[in-house]
């Protein structure tokens, strides 16, 4: 039943690529599931592969990206769904990518980034082997809601799951701890300890203050940035779980987040069996997925580009440029489907704090001057604003001296790097 979808998904897929449209990783998919609303489950079901799921609001792309590498590394064979394609149509599309004619999928793992909404949706369909859960951030608060209320919708799929599955949970995140509570699954943890990753409470910008079991004010011995550190509850006990790693091998990755993400990785290759040489020579040597501390050459200037599409994602992507001493800034704000039509949260954004010692700021996008506004109530007075990107990014760098960082929403990464490469990504 699942054949011609899956040729019709594969012509499609080689007339996307071939005329230079994109990857072709939503539309097999979606055409798919129009001829079989099932397709995932009928296909997954007849396969030994091991399904790894990765879900949370920041840090998907890399941390599946992150295990692909590692599985490859110590000989598995693996694929991946297409970064941003995170919904049932680019999960199916990349089954379909991975599949023979005959409709047989002779893959050991196959690696999903789960969109929020989503993830319901495919534990529906699928029981998965690994399931890694990283955060939840305000993202997209005109699609998904507050997030506690994603965090309890999440908490009823996991009280379905069996023995055969297992979590992998951040710990330091008390939303997505809440998560282990009355499920059968094996459950481990990661999160981090090192004081050196500590931030300072009056640059936080927390986005989940509120014990889920009992909604009274957490307290914590340290925080890391948001909401995730080490916390408890004085009123009805609850308390950061005992962590089953907190270090990892040593990454080129910057940023605070990208701990969290190589140590998620990490702790799913140790629950695996992968070897431990084999886990360390891939996070050595692993290259950012794409708009991810992606960098990119353009003429004589190296361009780095840092997704920057909520509060947390862009606080600590500003965080990072400092920390790397970058003075050239350009930051993009869009408000098209996949970056939510919201964009009230920039006025949660810690700008005033984190915008020090940056000289070359410009700012683009459809909400450019929205943006700008921001800029000016943080006190920011000398920045270019310039709606066209193409202008913006051409401008930017002429004036500047040394990398360019790029912060933008989803839709103006893809075209950022469209305008940067010469070539869609999706």
Known sequence: MNKLPIVIGKSITFICRSLNLGQGSTWPGHIALLLNPNFIKDTLKKTETKIILVAGTNGKTTTGKLIKSILQESGKRVF???SGANLLNGIASAIISASELSGRLKRGYAIFEVDENTLPLILNQITPDYLI????????????????????????????????????????????????????????????????????????????????YCGSKLSYRKIFFSHLGDWSCTNCGHKRPVLNISESGKSFLSGTYNVYNVLASTLLSQVIGIKKTDVEKSIAAFKP????????????????IFLSKNPTSFNESLKTIQQLGGKNLLIVLNDRI???????????????????????????????????????????????????????????????????????????MLEARKILTGRKIL
């Open 338 to 412: 996949p970056d939510g039509k919201d964009i009230s949260w920039i006025w949660d954004t810690n700008i005033e704090f984190l915008s020090k010692g940056i000289k070359n700021i410009s700012v683009s996008g459809d909400r450019a001057h929205e943006m700008a506004l921001r800029m000016k109530y943080a006190g920011l007075e000398n920045f270019l604003v310039e709606p066209n990107l193409e202008k913006a990014i051409e401008k930017t760098l002429i004036s500047a001296t040394g990398s360019l960082y790029i912060l933008p929403t989803y839709s103006a």
């Open 133 to 212: 859960a990283l955060n939840l951030f305000r993202d997209q608060l005109d699609r998904y809601g507050e997030i506690d209320k994603i965090a309890r919708t999440w908490k009823k799929s996991f009280d379905n799951l069996t023995s055969s599955s297992t979590l992998v949970l951040n710990a330091d995140d008390p939303l997505i701890s809440f998560l282990s509570e009355s499920t059968s699954a094996k459950v481990v943890f990661f999160g981090l300890n090192n004081d050196q990753f500590v931030t300072n409470d009056e640059q936080n910008a927390a986005d989940s203050i509120y014990c889920l």
């Open 289 to 304: 997925a794409f708009g991810r501390q992606e960098i990119i050459r353009k003429g004589d200037k190296e361009v780095q």
């Open 80 to 82: 991946l769904n297409q």
